[in-house]
């Protein structure tokens, strides 16, 4: 079954729906309070799933446009590593991530009052600092963002 750009974009979107799913249960399942990083890094997984599908919707009648879906999924992707970057190396380390662009981004766009039991901020980045196998969450939605990354880029190459 070759990978054609639509069945990319199929995987990328449910890659980022399974981790919010994962980051949910391990909220409201295992008492792991999110950060306002981690919340911001759910939207930017929730935008490249809605990318993904619009790009396979619009992509039946117009076929670039799963092409610029994947482009612009990319381009996200390369949003989340550097999310996670500055998650892992600066704000992991502050006592509290308020007044960060992430915290900001939450709180002002309404989503976290709004949406609190999927975007509601419960920890600082310092406490939100939780291993699953041994190795940090943010380096998980890291190496995940990488991955899409390269599904995107892929499914943005391809002419299907």
Do not use: K
Request: hydrophobic share 60%; glycine share 8%.
């Amino acid at each position: 079954m070759p990978l054609t750009s639509s069945r990319l974009l199929h995987l990328i979107a449910l890659l980022c729906v399974a981790a919010v799913g994962a980051a949910l249960v391990s909220q409201h399942l295992f008492d792991m309070p999110p950060c306002a990083w981690c919340v911001f890094q759910r939207l930017l997984f929730l935008i490249i799933a809605l990318i993904s599908w619009a790009g396979l919707l619009v992509g039946r009648r117009l076929p670039a446009a799963r092409r610029v879906a994947g482009a612009l999924g990319g381009l996200v992707a390369l949003g989340g590593i550097a999310s996670g970057w500055y998650q892992y190396t600066v704000a992991a380390e502050m006592f509290s991530c308020d007044r960060t662009f992430a915290d900001h981004f939450m709180v002002n766009s309404g989503l976290d009052a709004g949406i609190p039991w999927l975007f509601g901020i419960f920890a600082t980045c310092m406490d939100a600092r939780v291993e699953l196998f041994g190795v940090e969450y943010v380096l998980w939605a890291m190496a995940l963002f990488a991955l899409l990354f390269v599904l995107a880029i892929m499914s943005a190459l391809r002419r299907d």
